[in-house]
């Protein structure tokens, strides 16, 4: 057998996985953008050329795909399969893609990454650990060259918190503010929002939220376990019931497992780009919310090649 040959194959075997990997994703993402029962078409004057609900998958689509819009619209014209899945007729035009997406409410977005959760969790059993921390995305609009010939690196940050289940590795819960704000503010408000979509018996976060306050919402208001290392300095005398708690009974090996949620922002910033492309403050959050919906169906398509994997494995 030529080497030629060898090399065709094993080309066409990956790109056999990677049209099965996109079929999985469009179904999954297809199933959460129809549980948040978005209307068909925007207003009664639409064209009715394209739902919102084929917008909306594509969109997240591209997101999978860390592509931009013209470059994913040519693929899109290539894949049969994808078009079938979504019943698309014509491929979109780019800009069609841009408009929709500049012009979607952030609450449906929110409603469909409260979804993604439907994917993992059936009943109502706490989760037994949840990590939170933050970590910034990029948005810059200068290019290199520009860059470079000023001397000047215009970059803005977004804040941006999340909470991680720690033993599923799924993203509960997201906060993202225009300005650097203290972690305690973002903690607070996140706390309660992942709380209520799903509560937890622990909640794990580094030095940067220590804070009796923080301590007594999670302790007192939520009714779950808080590990917090404490900030000292020069011994200085630790203030508060729950710090001298933390000081004196400090809990490491669940502490341990606030890892995850740093590995989670890796995951985010490398499979789906940690840069911006909007220039709006309203769509940078829309651009943000889409990414932690891609990443929980990832992390939920993992989950299928295993079950899958195993599965292939105990039936011999």
């Keep these: 057998m030529s080497p030629y040959h060898n090399v065709c194959t094993k080309g066409k075997e990956t790109n ?8 999985r994703f469009i179904r999954a993402a297809i199933s959460i953008v129809k549980a948040i029962r978005i209307t068909p078409y925007s207003c009664k004057y639409s064209k009715k050329i394209y739902t919102q609900y084929q917008l909306l998958v594509l969109i997240l689509f591209k997101d999978y795909r860390n592509q931009h819009y013209r470059d994913f619209i040519e693929d899109i014209g290539d894949m049969e399969t994808i078009q079938q899945e979504l019943d698309l007729s014509v491929v979109p035009h780019f800009t069609t893609l841009q408009k929709f997406f500049y012009r979607i409410k952030t609450l449906y ?7 993604t959760l439907n994917l ?20 810059g609009y200068s290019s290199h060259y520009y860059s470079v010939r000023t001397g000047k690196i215009r970059k803005h940050f977004l804040k941006t918190s999340i909470s991680v289940d720690t033993e599923e590795q ?6 993202v503010s225009k300005s650097r ?9 996140l706390l309660r929002q992942c709380h209520k979509i799903r509560p937890s018996d622990c909640y794990v976060m ?4 220590d804070s009796e306050a923080i301590h007594r919402l999670i302790r007192e208001d939520l009714h779950a376990d808080s590990i917090i290392p404490i900030r000292s300095w020069n ?11 933390m000081a004196l009974h400090f809990d490491d090996v669940r502490y341990r497992k606030r890892q995850l949620v740093e590995n989670k922002f890796s995951v985010l910033k490398r499979k789906f780009s940690g840069d911006l492309k909007s220039r709006i403050f309203a769509t940078q959050k829309k651009e943000i919310a889409g990414k932690m919906i891609v990443c929980n169906i990832h992390r939920f398509l993992q989950f299928l090649v295993i079950e899958v994997f195993y599965r292939a494995i105990f039936s011999f």
């Design 16 to 23: 056999k996985r990677l049209a099965s990997r996109n079929i």
């Design 109 to 115: 977005l929110r409603y469909a990454f409260g979804k």
């Design 120 to 139: 993992f969790y059936s009943d109502d059993d706490p989760i037994p650990i949840t990590a939170i921390d933050s970590s910034g995305f990029t948005s």
């Design 170 to 175: 799924v993203i509960t819960g997201f906060i």
């Design 181 to 189: 704000v203290h972690d305690t503010k973002h903690a607070s408000r």
């Design 206 to 209: 580094d030095k940067g939220y």
């Design 235 to 245: 011994n200085e005398f630790v203030g508060g019931i729950y710090r001298q708690e």
